[in-house]
């Protein structure tokens, strides 16, 4: 679906616009799915949430597979010219994997780190909604207060006419999501009285501002670099770089919670992406570099 909006917004600046619809969108319903879960529960069977599940997932992909679109998207969204850029099919010869193309490495493995924290943050704000507040109640608060901040933040990022490419600006909005990872692993791990709802959502909401606009850098770092004809295959190992790190980040907080708590979980989500941002700051003059040598395309 991501690869597809160069189909909808041609231009990059409305496609920016486009990646970060999206990125609120996806933060919307990571904040609207527990509240209707928790209403569905109050009222039915468990069964009943599975089942509305099912049925919104088959009337999405519908209606996703019925748009414009998604019937006129061919796997880039462009025209390439003669010279096709690396790791196309152009010449003759077995493609490289798009994953293996020179700026497109680079951000699936900054992506995929970063998506380890959000694996170890989700896991320990539900470690702390039942070791410090005592049940699971609050986990509904926790997790509206993060995904809120995103929402705003990519809305923020996204009607922002920023100078300057964007991949400059991914050091820093990794920083601040982990400088905020950092006060959230400081107030769980207050010792004597522990910390208030109303102190420790609004922490949570300052620190998902940072959320959001990252993930709307990096696709478009993709778009930037990744072969013209391939942005499709791209885009989907970067979805990849997100479930893979996630599942490894959930992993590593239940052993974290197991044996020391919440604070060293949430500590370990800010080294993370800590190293993240260090990864992408790295990885600058690779971005650039790939971004000089890709082709120019003709929107279709």
């Given at each position: 679906m991501r690869a597809a909006w160069r189909v909808v917004a041609p231009e990059p600046a409305?496609?920016?616009?486009?990646?970060?619809?999206d990125a609120v969108a996806v933060e919307t319903l990571f904040v609207g799915g527990p509240l209707l879960l928790t209403a569905l529960l109050a009222i039915a069977t468990p069964v009943v949430?599975?089942?509305?599940?099912?049925?919104?997932?088959?009337?999405?992909?519908?209606?996703?597979?019925?748009?414009?679109?998604?019937?006129?998207?061919?796997g880039s969204g462009a025209h390439v010219g003669a010279h096709a850029g690396p790791g196309s099919e152009a010449g003759g010869g077995r493609p490289r994997p798009v994953v293996l193309a020179r700026g497109v490495l680079p951000a699936f493995v900054v992506l995929a780190a970063m998506s380890v924290g959000f694996g170890l943050l989700d896991v320990s704000l539900a470690g702390l909604a039942e070791e410090i507040f005592g049940s699971a109640d609050s986990l509904g608060y926790?997790?509206?207060?993060i995904a809120g901040g995103s929402a705003v933040g990519g809305l923020l990022y996204g009607a922002i006419d920023w100078k300057g490419p964007d991949r400059g600006r991914l050091p820093w909005l990794l920083g601040g999501f982990g400088t905020g990872l950092v006060a959230v692993a400081l107030l769980a791990g207050t010792g004597d009285g522990d910390p208030s709802l109303l102190l420790l959502v609004p922490v949570l909401a300052l620190t998902g501002l940072f959320i959001s606009p990252n993930l709307i850098v990096l696709q478009g770092v993709v778009d930037d670099t990744a072969p013209p004809a391939r942005l499709g295959e791209a885009q989907a190992w970067l979805s990849s770089a997100v479930t893979a790190g996630a599942a490894a980040g959930n992993a590593l907080a239940g052993k974290l919670l197991e044996d020391h708590g919440p604070p060293q979980s949430f500590a370990a989500a800010a080294v993370a992406v800590v190293g993240a941002a260090v990864l992408a700051l790295l990885v600058q003059g690779a971005w650039r570099r790939a971004h000089d040598a890709r082709p120019a395309v003709e929107v279709a």
């Open positions: 409305r496609r920016k616009l486009g990646y970060a619809l949430p599975l089942v509305i599940t099912a049925a919104l997932l088959a009337l999405g992909g519908v209606g996703y597979a019925l748009t414009g679109a998604a019937r006129s998207f061919t926790l997790f509206a207060g």
